[in-house]
Every structure is written in C-alpha cells, then in structure tokens.
C-alpha cells in the first residue's frame, strides 16, 4: 500500500470510524448484499432470454477484446460507495486500481474532459421539467441525441477501463448495473474496435429501485449518475468532502467535520 497517497491512505484508514463510519459499513454491506441478489435475477433473466431466443451469450471472462470496458460507465453514489468498500476489502485490486488511473486519467483530460459535458445533462435534468407537450419532447429527443454522441466521442478514445486488468474486472462482484446489464450475442470478432460504432451490446433494465434516493445520512439532492471510475478515485482521495458534493447532502461534511473524518494536511 506504500504507493498510496497520503490522503487516500488517511481515508481508507478513517473510513468506517466514528457513527457516521459506521452508518456508511452498514449501508455499503447491506447495499452489496441487495445489489448481488439484484444482479443474480439480472443475469438469470438473461440466460432465460438468450435460451427462448435459441442464442447464447458470446462474452466470457477476459474476452481478448474487452470493447465494452471502453465505454463511457456511469454508476450512482450507492453504487460508487459500494465499489469504494469493496477496494477496501481488496488491496490488489485498490492497488492494481491506483497504478492504472493515472494514465487513464491522462487519456480523459487529453479528450476534453467529457464527464463535464455529461455532467451538464445531469443537471439539466435536476431543474423542474417543462409539462410534456410536443415543444418539451423535441428538448429530451435533442439530449438523447447529444447523449449518445458523447458516448461516442468517448469511446474513440479507446480508453480501458481502470479497473480492467489483463482484461478481467477488478471489481467484478461489485460492477455497476451498467456492466452487469449489458451482454452480446453477436460473434466476439463484431465487439472489435472501432471508430462511431459501440459494441453490439444487449441491455437489460436495472432494477426500478436503482435510482432510490435513500443514503445512509439524509436523502441525495444530487445528480443521479456519474462517471464511475473518476467519481470513485475522488472519494477515495476526498472522502467524505466529496460524498457531501455529490450527494448534494451538506450535513455529511459537517458532521465528518466534527467526528474529525475530514483530513488535514
Ligand atoms: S460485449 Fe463484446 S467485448 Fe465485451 S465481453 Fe462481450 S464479447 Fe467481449
Ligand atoms: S467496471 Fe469492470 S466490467 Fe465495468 S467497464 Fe470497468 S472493467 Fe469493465
């Protein structure tokens, strides 16, 4: 662990201390627990699908293309707060993760920083929404479209994953929905890389429950998804700072500050 940060190394350490570390123990195991079973229906449901369809499931693990662990992930702070106890749990992968993000950190910026673009929608989407009418709809088609094209221009990046190593899922038990939901059917030799073309992926729905408000210290204010991999390097460094932005819930950081969780150089 001697490559971690000071910061990071401070926050892992005061993670689950004080009440307010041991609300957030409790929710991140209980959040897991729900989230696997949740995953297990995803997967059986698709496994169900394939077999009426008469198709299978062409991915396997460490698929030699790993195409779609360059696309653009999003998970919600739940979600990120869970991989963020997992890598706790998991020093090769915290490890493994930390040694990959500066280069794919690099390859972000060199792109423009396209979580920002995102970011923007989100919060488009947090402002009261005009009633539907033809006028309102023509609005979201407009975002759909802008959406999909920024997942585009991410992935012609061609950026993996962090957490991919020796293309195999660091954080397998705990991937996002996003991951989980998506499979192909297609021959593997379609999932090569290409330039605006994502790789023919199914997806399946997330849980309706997925976007559930509830947190373990107040109720989130904040946007509903975020750029998996960069939002869980920032709470590993910033703590519960960052939890507090993201969630929009300022009490977290005040009462972080007072059970002295908060570091200081
Ligand atoms: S979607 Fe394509 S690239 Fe991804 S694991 Fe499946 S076959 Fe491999
Ligand atoms: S979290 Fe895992 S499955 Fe998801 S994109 Fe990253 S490496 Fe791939």
């Known amino acids: ?7 990071l190394l401070w926050n892992k350490q005061k993670a689950y201390s004080g009440t307010l570390g041991s609300e957030r123990e409790r ?9 696997a079973q949740a995953v297990k229906s995803i997967e059986d449901m698709q496994l169900r699908e394939t077999d009426e369809k008469k198709t299978s499931i062409t991915c396997e ?7 779609c662990c ?5 998970a919600t702070i739940q979600e990120c707060e869970a991989i ?14 930390i040694q990959n993000y500066p280069k794919w950190r690099q390859g972000v910026s060199a792109g423009g920083e396209v979580h920002e673009e995102f970011d923007k929608i989100y919060k488009t989407f947090l402002e009261p929404q005009p009633q539907a009418k033809p006028s309102s709809m023509r ?3 407009q975002y759909d479209a802008q959406y999909y094209e920024l997942h585009i221009k991410y992935f012609d990046q061609h950026l993996m994953c962090p957490f991919s190593y020796n293309n195999e899922c660091l954080i397998y038990d705990a991937r996002p929905f996003n ?15 290409s330039d605006r073309m994502l790789p023919p992926v199914n997806r399946s729905t997330p849980p309706e429950d997925s976007l559930d408000p509830s947190f373990y210290h107040g109720e989130i204010r904040g946007p509903r998804a ?10 590993l460094v910033n703590g519960y700072k960052q939890i507090s932005r993201m969630t929009g819930i300022v009490e977290i950081e005040k009462e972080a500050l007072k059970q002295r969780l908060i570091y200081e150089a």
């Open 27 to 35: 929710f991140c195991r209980e959040y897991t627990a729900e989230k």
């Open 179 to 193: 991951c989980a939901c998506s499979y192909s059917t297609s021959p593997v030799d379609l999932c090569a890389l």
């Open 84 to 97: 963020v106890y997992y890598l706790y749990n998991h020093e090769e992968a915290l490890e493994k993760f």
């Open 1 to 7: 662990m001697s490559d971690l940060n000071p910061e």
């Open 61 to 67: 693990k460490g698929c030699r293309f790993s195409t």
């Open 70 to 74: 360059m696309e653009y992930i999003e």
């Open 139 to 141: 609005v979201l088609a």
């Open 226 to 235: 975020f750029f998996m991999p960069l939002y869980v390097y920032e709470i």
